[in-house]
């Protein structure tokens, strides 16, 4: 049946696109219509005459019939509709009444915005807009298209069907503006503009953020607007820009001297030890690669020191205020609460031999340079960057690895952002 079918289909692109097929035989003229089928042909010649014989064998004791310039179905729970174009060819693509759309409800309704086209099947709806090309919408997806406005709103027409091989169960679907998300234990929301443009950036549902959780919501004067996700929240516009706020659980959260560990003596509940240093689970994952890649280029290096609780850090702070000061410790330590190595996604790494060990220097040693080179293919930043203490508080330390995820970690690689602050649109934090 299908195989057939689709000969059919071909045969009658191949007439619309102006090819002339021999006269009807007289066997399929005498052919027998239902009544809805002979109606619904009646009052649409444009169909030409018919190239099959009626069919009644088709689920749910629907019948069809295949005509010059398109095929007219019926089923006992539609009526009688016409399918035709690419939208019957998108719809064939499915396996016509036999996929998730079922028969048709309606005919196709050419007078949406655009120039574009909708016809109605028993399990959702086809789009064809010339610069999208012919898609379906269904479900919890095509649910709330509907509710930003469908093809009047800002996502405008669908441009690809669902795609449900997504990391935790999830699926997506492409418009002209943007993209609408569903994942089981989120629901669906569509993500666009550019709170969407920097959500993508940053990996879509791979990155820290995961899956979003709610619209955009928009208010304020000037306007602004925020959209929660997963693992955070982005808002638009800001003083900077475009701002990602992680939340503390998430591995992509920012701790400086304005943004403390949520609580403040928190300790992260997955800490796994990596070597004889404790990290949360998904970093000393990577950190074990990495050290292992290390080792394989010839540039072995050791993790010093990882995970500090409040209290740990709050001793290494005041044996540095009383050696140096408070102005010179804040450059050189965080006060406690407010150490990234609270994290749990936190390395200091030396060489082996203990070579300019927590030094500048370590720039130029092999590991360093494996460090500064190869880090972020595993997840990993330098954290304190050359020169940007304005922005972080902290001088140097080409030593102080951060995980914050592979794709994030290649992206901010890639565009050349040199700080968490700046690569998630924060206010610098260069004092408390």
Not at 199 to 226: I, K
């Amino acid at each position: 049946m299908k195989t057939k079918r689709l000969a059919l289909a071909a045969m009658a692109v191949f007439v619309m696109a102006g090819t002339a097929l021999a006269a009807p035989g007289a066997a399929a003229a005498a052919t027998p219509d239902n009544g809805s089928i002979a109606a619904k042909y009646a009052a649409n010649p444009h169909l030409g005459y018919a190239i099959t014989p009626l069919r009644c064998s088709l689920p749910q004791g629907g019948c069809y019939r295949a005509y010059r310039n398109g095929s007219i179905y019926w089923s006992a729970g539609t009526g009688a509709h016409i399918a035709t174009g690419a939208i019957a060819g998108r719809w064939a693509s499915f396996n016509w009444e036999r996929g998730f759309l079922g028969f048709p409800k309606t005919d196709e309704n050419c007078t949406l915005v655009n120039a574009g086209c909708v016809q109605t099947f028993q399990g959702g709806r086809i789009y064809w807009q010339p610069g999208a090309g012919a898609n379906p919408v269904a479900g919890g997806i095509g649910a709330t298209w509907d509710r930003t406005g469908a093809e009047r709103g800002p996502l405008g027409y669908p441009i690809s069907g669902e795609n449900c091989t997504l990391v935790n169960g999830g699926c997506v679907q492409k418009y002209q503006g943007g993209y609408v998300y569903w994942q089981p234990s989120t629901g669906s929301y569509p993500v666009h503009g550019g709170i969407g443009a920097k959500w993508v950036q940053m990996g879509y549902e791979r990155s820290p953020l995961a899956y979003p959780v709610s619209d955009e919501r928009c208010g304020g004067a000037p306007p602004s607007c925020v959209q929660y996700f997963q693992g955070g929240t982005i808002t638009w516009p800001t003083s900077a820009g475009v701002s990602v706020n992680p939340y503390p659980s998430s591995t992509g959260v920012v701790v400086n001297k304005r943004s403390p560990n949520a609580p403040i003596n928190q300790t992260p509940p997955d800490l796994v030890w990596a070597g004889s240093q404790l990290m949360r689970s998904e970093a000393a994952t990577h950190m074990a690669q990495l050290v292992s890649g290390a080792s394989a280029a010839g540039a072995p290096l050791t993790m010093v020191s990882g995970f500090r609780s409040y209290d740990t850090q709050a001793g290494l702070y005041n044996y540095y205020v009383s050696q140096y000061g408070r102005v010179v410790a804040d450059t050189i330590s965080a006060r406690p609460g407010f150490s990234e190595h609270q994290t749990g996604l936190v390395m200091d790494v030396g060489n082996p031999n203990g070579a300019c060990s927590l030094q500048a220097c370590f720039e130029n040693t092999p590991a360093g340079q494996f460090a500064r080179n190869h880090a972020w293919r595993y997840g990993f930043i330098i954290r304190y960057t050359w020169g940007n203490d304005w922005t972080t508080g902290y001088t140097y330390e080409p030593w102080h690895l951060r995980y914050i995820g592979v794709r994030t970690a290649t992206n901010m690689h890639n565009r050349g952002f040199q700080t968490l602050e700046q690569y998630f649109g924060l206010t610098p934090a260069p004092s408390y």
